[in-house]
């Protein structure tokens, strides 16, 4: 058996996963399947499926932000922003940030698409990069913007999300309205 055959074998496809207790979202990922090492614990695939959805919620149409409040705990703290300087203390804050910048990419007529090339798990831990692809014809800019995120977790749930832009969004002259599309 080759080689490339003996990983296969050992990977497990999650795409459109029925991970216990995972809000469900419908898949509308173009990606292709989302294929896990079987060394993963029950939980840390559960884990990385949960991540997985929430992301599928940006390219649900119509958006519902009452289906992200699913994915985080009540005292779920959220860093994000390019270099992760915006904190949400809270559910219902975090929502409203997110509510927030999918307002902004409708103003702006902004498409985003998202490339997962890497999420690991370990416990309730995971790590995530990805790409974020964006553009607006009415603006004249696009942009793929690598990003990084760490993610814990509490019983399914994301309990603390800390995101990261990497290279060039990671400057301090980036930030603050200085970036293509005005963030």
């Not at 409203?96 to 409708?106: C, G, I, K, S, T």
Request: proline content about 6%.
């Amino acid at each position: 058996m080759p080689a490339q055959q003996k990983i296969i074998d050992r990977l497990i496809d999650l795409t459109g996963g029925h991970a216990p207790g995972v809000p469900e979202v419908s898949g509308v990922s173009h990606e292709g399947p989302t294929w896990l090492d079987s060394s993963f614990s029950e939980a840390e695939r559960t884990n990385i499926e949960v991540v997985r959805r929430f992301w599928e919620i940006w390219k649900a149409l119509p958006f519902d932000p009452d289906k992200l409040r699913e994915f985080f705990t009540p005292g779920a703290v959220i860093r994000i922003g390019w270099r992760g300087d915006h904190v949400c203390n809270g559910r219902d804050a975090a929502v409203a940030a997110f509510v927030e910048e999918v307002q902004r990419q409708v103003e702006y007529d902004e498409r985003s698409d998202f490339k997962f090339p890497v999420l690991i798990a370990k416990g309730p831990v995971l790590f995530h990069t990805w790409t974020w692809i964006s553009s607006s014809t009415r603006l004249d800019y696009r942009f793929e913007r690598p990003m990084a995120a760490f993610f814990l977790f509490n019983n399914k749930k994301i309990e603390r999300w800390d995101s990261y832009a990497t290279g060039k969004e990671s400057e301090l002259d980036y930030v603050s309205g200085n970036g293509p599309d005005g963030l």
